[in-house]
Nanobody, 120 residues
Framework: QVQLVESGGGLVQAGGSLRLSCAAS????????MAWFRQAPGKEREFVTA????????SYADSVKGRFTISRDNAKNTVYLQMDNLKPEDTAVYYC?????????????WGKGTLVTVSS
């Protein structure tokens, strides 16, 4: 069955870095957009970033541009999110998602999330 398993979350101080990973299985990873979303306490889930199946195109929310970098390794069926210069407002549960034809809504598959906490 389809699985998306996130890892790499944790507690970090403001200004620090974290790298999230999402291991995929059960579908043709290299044919899907892969994206990261996040949901902060008391807020709706929001789009963070996405990457085309080839890795040749990416999109970022304005709030993370210049600080976060998405990448993928189709040989390992894994997508990554490098987060630098983290801010307390980045605190959220981060979800990995896969979309066959879309990248920021109506995603086909979701992971269960990994918690990122940024202390001030």
């Amino acid at each position: 069955q389809v699985q998306l398993v996130e890892s790499g979350g944790g507690l970090v101080q403001a200004g620090g870095s974290l790298r999230l990973s999402c291991a995929a299985s059960g579908f043709t990873f290299s044919s899907y957009y892969m994206a990261w979303f996040r949901q902060a306490p008391g807020k709706e889930r929001e789009f963070v970033t996405a990457i085309l199946w080839s890795g040749g195109w990416t999109s970022y929310a304005d709030s993370v541009k210049g600080r976060f970098t998405i990448s993928r390794d189709n040989a390992k069926n894994t997508v990554y999110l490098q987060m630098d210069n983290l801010k307390p407002e980045d605190t959220a549960v981060y979800y990995c998602a896969a979309g066959r034809w879309t990248y920021d809504h109506g995603m086909d598959y979701w992971g269960k999330g990994t918690l990122v906490t940024v202390s001030s």
